[in-house]
């Protein structure tokens, strides 16, 4: 059993820190405004334990670090001590952050020292397609060798896989993520991540996260359609900050010649995303819904039912599309299938 006054007490700054906030110049010795792109939170001593406000024009989450990860992750309350307890700050332990590839002295202040300490940090890595962490997330080789993925991460000298976030070709930020280990860089910029053959593809995937998009492809990609029309992927990293919107509404502005697929999350937060992105959108987007949470879980679903392990796939390294179900997990109904087209027309896309 959770003990839930050890887990209120737990160190929040540090916490907000493995989520990509970092100290604001406004912090005091009475309490710390930490901040991450367009959001911001007030910490302040309450007693023994830290709590938290959004700082902002309009009210957002507060509370303790377990509001702080149900905010996060968008979970429940039990789902949030889980991932607090005991088991779980142990494995935080034995995968520390990258803090000695991307030093605690970057400070947003500073963003040229910031770019160019993210800079090193990439070109200190080196491109690595089949690694441990992604296989554990049950991403099938094929996927990870194709050829539109070619350099989209890399691989630490610590052993993290960096997905490099960019702007207009520039590198702003880097997602680590490890085992027990998911933050952004310090100082780092949310942007975008994108496959390598985005400007070209007709056809456009956007997720949430990277995995979220190798994910999709290990089951939807590789198929005749798709060697036809390569689709090409999109990840925003969560949250849409006044970075993410723009350069997604550049991207949203070609929708009426592309077809736009929007992947996001089965939760509320997933609406929200989807919602703002049909805001942005010149055209009526489709919005794909996993069956599970996300499209990595729905991949995992699939790899239960197959009896793989992400290596030993079908053809190509590629997973089934055919409709699933799995005693492991409480499902209702199919995996979505994505529209398809012929070759004799272009993807079709719907207004």
């Not at 947003?108 to 441990?132: C, F, K, L, M």
Request: glycine share 8%; net charge negative; charged share 20%.
């Amino acid at each position: 059993m959770a003990n839930l006054a050890a887990l209120k007490n737990l160190d929040l700054p540090e916490l907000a820190a493995r989520y990509g906030y970092q100290l604001s110049e406004r912090s005091s010795s009475n309490s710390l405004v930490m901040k991450r792109d367009s959001d911001h939170i007030l910490l302040k001593r309450d007693g023994d334990h830290w709590v938290f406000c959004t700082v902002g024009a309009r009210p957002g989450p507060q509370g303790s670090a377990i509001d702080f990860i149900m905010s996060e992750e968008q979970c429940d309350f039990h789902c949030a001590v889980l991932k607090l307890d005991s088991g779980a700050m142990a494995q935080w332990d034995k995968f520390p952050l990258p803090t000695d590839e991307f030093p605690s002295s970057i400070s947003g202040a500073d963003s040229e020292t910031a770019r160019q300490h993210i800079e090193s940090g990439w070109n200190r890595s080196y491109w690595r397609p089949v690694h441990p962490y992604l296989l554990s997330r049950g991403l099938p080789s094929g996927t990870l060798n194709d050829s539109r993925f070619l350099d989209c991460w890399r691989v630490s000298s610590k052993g993290y896989c960096l997905f490099p976030y960019r702007e207009d070709g520039a590198l702003t930020g880097l997602e680590i993520r490890g085992a027990g280990v998911k933050v952004f860089s310090k100082g780092g910029k949310k942007s975008l991540w994108t496959s390598g053959n985005l400007d070209a593809a007709a056809r456009v995937v956007i997720c949430e996260s990277p995995i979220d998009c190798l994910s999709f492809h290990a089951l939807y990609g590789g198929d005749a359609t798709d060697a036809l029309w390569p689709l090409a992927y999109v990840a925003f990293g969560g949250g849409l900050g006044k970075r993410q919107r723009a350069l997604l509404a550049e991207l949203l502005a070609t929708a009426a010649h592309r077809q736009v697929i929007v992947a996001v999350d089965n939760d509320a937060a997933g609406t929200e995303y989807f919602d703002a992105l049909s805001r942005l959108s010149p055209v009526a987007l489709e919005r794909w819904t996993p069956v599970a949470k996300d499209v990595n879980a729905d991949l995992v679903a699939v790899l239960a039912d197959n009896g793989t392990n992400g290596t030993n796939g079908t053809e190509n390294g590629y997973f089934s599309r055919e409709p699933f179900s799995s005693s492991k997990i409480a499902f209702s109904g199919s995996v979505p299938s994505v529209p398809s087209v012929t070759a004799d027309s272009p993807p079709s896309v719907s207004v």
